[in-house]
């Protein structure tokens, strides 16, 4: 089992920028990989950005060059940087980690965090 707890978000105005974290307890020896998600009402979650299985990232076409993810070994957590904030921005952000056992990959996902772009 692996444990996601998030924080960081909250309101802020358009062109502003937030800082979400995530930090993972449990089997964190078992993650091969983390990222971040979003949703909004009524439409699925999509990727925001992952750290892929070969240690490099992939981030979603809306936020490349605005969003940086980064994450801190010592301490289990990944870090969301989020710049130039735009209202399309608003959403529920996810943290997400896959654990591999075997040849089974299981997602987990933290509670949610809700962010906020309005002026």
């Known amino acids: 089992q692996v444990q996601l707890v998030e924080s960081g978000g909250g309101l802020v105005q358009p062109g502003g920028s937030l800082r979400l974290s995530c930090a993972a307890s449990?089997?964190?020896?078992?993650?091969?990989?983390m990222g971040w998600y979003r949703q909004v009402p009524g439409k699925e979650r999509d990727l925001v950005v992952s750290?892929?299985?070969?240690?490099?990232?992939n981030y979603g076409d809306s936020v490349k060059g605005r969003f940086t993810i980064s994450r801190d070994v010592a301490k289990n957590t990944v870090y969301l940087q989020m710049n130039s904030l735009k209202p399309e921005d608003t959403a529920v952000y996810y943290c997400?980690?896959?654990?591999?056992?075997?040849?089974?990959?299981?997602?987990?996902w933290g509670q949610g965090t809700q962010v906020t772009v309005s002026s």
């Open positions: 449990g089997s964190i020896f078992a993650i091969t990989s």
């Open positions: 750290f892929t299985r070969n240690g490099s990232t």
């Open positions: 997400n980690a896959v654990a591999t056992v075997g040849m089974d990959d299981y997602d987990y």
